[in-house]
Structure formats: structure tokens, C-alpha cells
């Protein structure tokens, strides 16, 4: 069965830091992969996702993920962050169901 | 995308009332879900509510505390049933993206449930 590991429930980081986001995930199939943003008192947005035509994935708002097979990881990135990033992060994987298992979320503190 | 919206979109419930929530879509879809999100928590998948036919459950729910209605393609309920303090929750309605979408989900506002 699939699951996935978000390393560190909490992350802040200064605004124009770097920030990542860490991801790990067991399936016993090629995965499909995705990062969701929860803003407060709000439902979860797509950010980007990993559907195998490329291992290096763009998403909104300046994030991008890269999917490393080696280290079944998908951890998330963004060069430099600003206040509004300040979110609830959630990974989640898919493999050929239609479900989706989600990550236990890594909430982002930005600072100024 | 599909426009989703959930009502209410929250509510405060005594001990061992129900309360009904609603999810409806702007245009048919084939596959919707139902997931609780407790406080703090990351979500969790209820059921997949099928158009015209019972709703599959997930291990740890059953069909009497969160009975599921999916009368058409556009529509969808979730009734949390005799409810208890931990039932306090975000519930959330998860939309499918069909054929070649890779099975990525897209989700409603949530409603936000304290039981008291």
C-alpha cells in the first residue's frame, strides 16, 4: 500500500529564504504525486503534480518539486518566500486507484 | 475547474444531533469523496460516493454514522450522525478529475463542525 512521510510538521524560514518542504513516499507502482496548499479557514489547492512526463515540475506561485526515484522523494521548493506563502502544506500520492493518501501536513511560518 | 461549494460552511452541533452537508458542483463529475480533516490533523478519506448506488467506505467508517447521498452527477451529502465531541472536524468534498487526469483531486471550502 502507498503512504507518505512529510518530515518536520513545522517550518519557518525568513521572507526571500529558501524554502523546502520535505516528502517521502512508498508505492508499489510508478506514483502519481502532488503538493496541496491549505490557506487558513480554506479548502486545499492544487499546487503542482507528478504524472511522469517530467521528474522536475513547476507549479503555481513559484513552487517547483522534483521527483527523485533513487530516494522515492518529492520534496518542494521555492527560491525565495514571501509572507502570503504562509500556509499548511500537504503531500499526497496516488498510485492506479482514484484515491488519494495524504501526508500528515507541514505547516510554513514565514518571517519578516 | 469545477466551482464547488459546501454549506454550511460551519456549524456549532449539541452532542447527538446530525447534521447534514451538502456539496454541489457546477458541472457532472464522475468521481466525489468525502474526507474529515480533525484539528490539526492531515485528511482522511470517508467514503467515494457513488452516483445511484451506496457509498464505498473506508476501514475505520461506516454507513450509519456518515450515511452518503449521490443522487446525480452535480450533488452530493454527507450526514454526520449522533454526534460526539470528536466529531469535530473540517469535512471536505473532493472532486476526481476524471479520464487523464492522472487522479488528482480538487476540493470544496470545507465545513467546519464543533460538536458540543
Known amino acids: 500500500a502507498q503512504s507518505v512521510t512529510q518530515l518536520g510538521s513545522h517550518v519557518s524560514v525568513s521572507e526571500g529564504a529558501l524554502v523546502l518542504l520535505r516528502c517521502n513516499y512508498s508505492?508499489?507502482?510508478?506514483?502519481?504525486l502532488f503538493w496541496y496548499v491549505q490557506y487558513p479557514n480554506q479548502g486545499l489547492q492544487l499546487l503542482l503534480k507528478y504524472t511522469s512526463a517530467a521528474t522536475l515540475v513547476k507549479g503555481i506561485n513559484g513552487f517547483e518539486a522534483e521527483f527523485k526515484k533513487s530516494e522515492t522523494s518529492f520534496h518542494l521548493t521555492k527560491p525565495s518566500a514571501h509572507m502570503s506563502d504562509a500556509a499548511e502544506y500537504f503531500c499526497?500520492?496516488?498510485?492506479?486507484?482514484?484515491?488519494?493518501?495524504f501526508g500528515t501536513g507541514t505547516r510554513l511560518q514565514v518571517f519578516p | 475547474s469545477a466551482v464547488i461549494s459546501q454549506k454550511p460552511s460551519r456549524d456549532i452541533c449539541q452532542r447527538g444531533t446530525s447534521l447534514t452537508i451538502q456539496c454541489q458542483v457546477d458541472?457532472?463529475?464522475?468521481?466525489m469523496f468525502w474526507y474529515r480533516q480533525q484539528p490539526g490533523q492531515s485528511l482522511t478519506l470517508i467514503a467515494t460516493a457513488n452516483q445511484g448506488s451506496e457509498a464505498t467506505y473506508e476501514s475505520g467508517f461506516v454507513i450509519d454514522k456518515f450515511p452518503i447521498s449521490r443522487p446525480n452527477l452535480t450533488f452530493s451529502t454527507l450526514t454526520v450522525s449522533n454526534m460526539s465531541p470528536e466529531d469535530s472536524s473540517i469535512y471536505l468534498c473532493?472532486?476526481?478529475?476524471?479520464?487523464?487526469?492522472?487522479?488528482?483531486?480538487?476540493f470544496g471550502p470545507g465545513t467546519r463542525l464543533t460538536v458540543l
Open positions: 473532493g472532486l476526481g478529475g476524471g479520464p487523464g487526469s492522472y487522479n488528482e483531486q480538487f
Open positions: 499526497a500520492v496516488s498510485d492506479n486507484t482514484d484515491k488519494l493518501i
Open positions: 458541472s457532472q463529475v464522475t468521481m
Open positions: 508505492s508499489s507502482v510508478p506514483p502519481y
